[in-house]
């Protein structure tokens, strides 16, 4: 907590971040995956993330993203503004809540264990962002949960990463 925070010169009303994601902290979100993700244009990772962000979560033409960026959909063709200037302009006008459902769209799109690491990564700095920002959320097992207490995140971490045999009860909780 920073000092005009800590002495009340600048009051953050906490009531006001559970339904909404103030520019700031959009602005923290997406430089973790503009940082982790988009910055690596043309890594097959990031190609199939900007597809399936595109068709799936913004529910936009792939005719559309192939006619105005062909293969190379990253490369600005004829005065055009890349891709992924097109999925940032999305991000920062969705509503509060698609903030969030972004966050868990990535998750189902990195289930595979080949990238489990990155996944890891964005999360973790995702929770890190979620803390310094005061969030009333925390991302947990993938999914953007209300913040209760730090400890029953853990409990629930803890139930959540139980052995496979317990598969149905983890999926169930």
């Known amino acids: ?3 005009s925070e800590r002495y009340d010169y600048k009051i953050v009303d906490k009531a006001l971040l559970k339904t ?7 602005t923290s979100i997406w ?3 503009y940082l982790k993700i988009f910055k690596h244009v043309g890594d097959k990772t990031t190609d199939e993330f900007i597809r399936l962000l595109w068709q799936d979560f913004f529910r936009k033409d792939l ?7 062909g ?14 200037s097109n999925v940032q302009e999305a991000f920062f006008s969705a509503q509060w ?4 459902d972004f966050i868990e769209f990535f998750n189902e799109c990195f289930r595979n264990p080949s990238k489990t690491k990155l996944k890891t990564e964005i999360l973790q700095s995702l929770n890190t962002v979620f803390k310094e920002e005061r969030v009333p959320y925390r991302v947990v097992n ?13 409990v629930l971490e803890a139930a959540l990463n139980v052995p496979d045999k317990f ?3 983890r999926d169930h909780i």
Not at 97 to 100: D, G, K, Q
Not at 142 to 154: A, F, M, N, R, Y
């Open 167 to 169: 598969k149905s009860v």
């Open 71 to 84: 293969e190379d959909f990253f490369v600005t063709l004829g005065g055009e503004k890349p891709v992924i």
């Open 20 to 26: 909404n994601v103030p520019e700031s902290i959009r």
């Open 1 to 3: 907590m920073r000092f």
């Open 63 to 69: 005719f559309l993203l192939d006619r105005l960026y």
């Open 97 to 100: 809540f698609e903030v969030y």
């Open 31 to 33: 430089n973790v995956f």
């Open 142 to 154: 993938g999914l953007v949960t209300p913040l209760t207490s730090e400890e029953e995140i853990k």
